[in-house]
């Protein structure tokens, strides 16, 4: 695991060493740190990306996964069905729509601190 990756159990998570934070006694963060697509075919979506609209591929790629860094969030590109494996849904026939949105943070307490204030505004785990 690299300086810049946090294994919090629930997989591996991509953090900024400078901006991973939260701000606990005001809230969290408003904050989108990595927008995951669940493609169906993972070497079209990155040739789309990298060779049609001009994106460097980040070094962090690499196997199932591709980053492009962006002006803000990170665009990462998943496999569609591990993707869905990873939410526990169903890629098929259950509604899953194939994206998800994160909010990465720079320690395991922080992640379970943000857990629980989502949950606590309504959020299902």
Not at 9 to 22: I, K, M, Q
Not at 39 to 56: H, K, N, Q, T
Not at 98 to 108: D, E, L
């Amino acid at each position: 695991m690299g300086s810049n990756e946090l294994d919090v159990g629930r997989g591996l998570l991509l953090r900024e060493p400078r901006t991973a934070h939260c701000r606990l006694e005001e809230g969290i963060e408003p904050r989108i740190s990595i927008i995951t697509l669940g493609v169906s075919d993972l070497e079209r979506a990155i040739g789309f990306y990298r060779d049609g609209m001009g994106w460097p591929v980040s070094s962090a790629s690499g196997g199932d996964v591709a980053f492009f860094k962006t002006g803000g969030a990170i665009l990462a590109l998943y496999p569609r069905h591990l993707l869905a494996d990873d939410a526990r849904l169903k890629a098929k026939g259950s509604g899953f729509g194939g994206i998800t949105i994160a909010h990465n943070v720079a320690s395991r307490e922080q992640v379970d601190a943000v857990l629980a204030e989502a949950v606590a505004a309504g959020a299902r785990c």
